[in-house]
């Protein structure tokens, strides 16, 4: 093993190499991405390291959308908040679901019962219907499990209600411990609701707001409950058809993906389709608001799915994700919460 005076200086020698080859082109982009995002590197070797990894970034993005002008794909890709890091520090950051809780255990969870020959709209958008709130951000807390069961919770008691009421993530991340949900470390949305059940309903985001940490004790207030479940639904893993019909019939579905690509993490626009064939890894949650099954030769069928990376990820915290093949394996831990 090298003695540690070596290893830093080949620590330097490396940062050195990479700040004389930054673009110094990209100066000024630099900075207004930093500005942007607020980033601050505490010493100036950080800081080129930064702008290597960021930069590497902006060429594949920049490579990527020149190849979809050629129509060689079905989306775009732009510079987001991730910027500085690399595929693994991001995978490592928001790897946050965990779906192998203990499904198959649930009391009350129904598995959806799909139609033979459903007679389905051609396209469906929750969010034009009321039944979706605004786009959120998880920071750097591993709890999109949370912020997926919120969503569909709150479709659902919009559905019953027409109040469209802003759920608490918080709330899961601190009381769904003993489901076996481990807050910033991941869960999963059926332990989530299986949560709301037994204490018989969630607060209000106002009244139990969001800080992304994981260790609170629970808080939850009986008497400022907003909504309760008496069970939850679930698809039979990979049945996209069946999805297909139960985000018409039901509305919003908390749903797992596989968000590992450097394509998904800087999705920009247009309809997504993962860059490899292969078993999915589902390793991130959202919730499917919507779909569009009408083929054309200038777009592809697609889900419409939110995000909880910010308005600064994809197309203002949305995706467009291609339909019909289980991409990204969307359709293999899909559930939804029962009023």
Known sequence: MLPVSV???????????????LDTTLEATWRDWKATHGKEYAQEEEESYRRAVWEGNFQMIQSHN?????????????????????????????????????????????????????????????????????????????????????????????????????????????????????????GDMPQA????????????????????????????????AITKCSS?????AGDEKALLEAVATVGPISVGVDAQSSGFQFYKSGVYKNPWSGDPHINHAMLLVGYNSTNSTKSPKYWILKNSWSRFWGDNGYMLLEEGSNQCGIANDASYPIA
């Open 66 to 186: 020149s190849q979809a002008d050629q129509g060689k794909h079905t989306y775009k890709l732009g510079m987001n908040h991730f910027g500085d890091l690399t595929n693994e520090e991001i995978n490592k950051k928001l790897y946050c679901l965990l779906p192998d809780l203990g499904l198959a255990t649930q009391k009350n969870m129904v598995l959806f019962k799909s139609s033979k020959n459903p007679k389905l709209l051609p396209g469906v958008d929750w969010r034009a219907k009321g039944f979706v709130t605004e786009v959120k951000d998880q920071g750097s807390c591993g709890s999109c499990w949370s912020f997926s069961a919120t969503g569909a919770l709150e479709g659902m008691h919009f559905k019953k209600t027409k109040k469209l009421i802003s759920l608490s993530e918080q709330n899961l991340i601190d009381c769904s411990k003993d489901k076996g949900n481990t807050g910033c470390q991941g």
């Open 232 to 236: 939850m639904g679930t698809i039979l």
């Open 7 to 21: 290893l830093a200086l080949t620590f330097l020698v490396s940062l050195q190499t990479l700040s004389t080859a």
């Open 193 to 224: 609701f299986a949560s709301v059940h037994e204490l018989e309903g969630i607060n209000s985001e106002e009244s139990y707001p969001y800080d992304g940490k994981d260790d609170y004790s629970c808080r939850y207030e009986p008497e400022n």
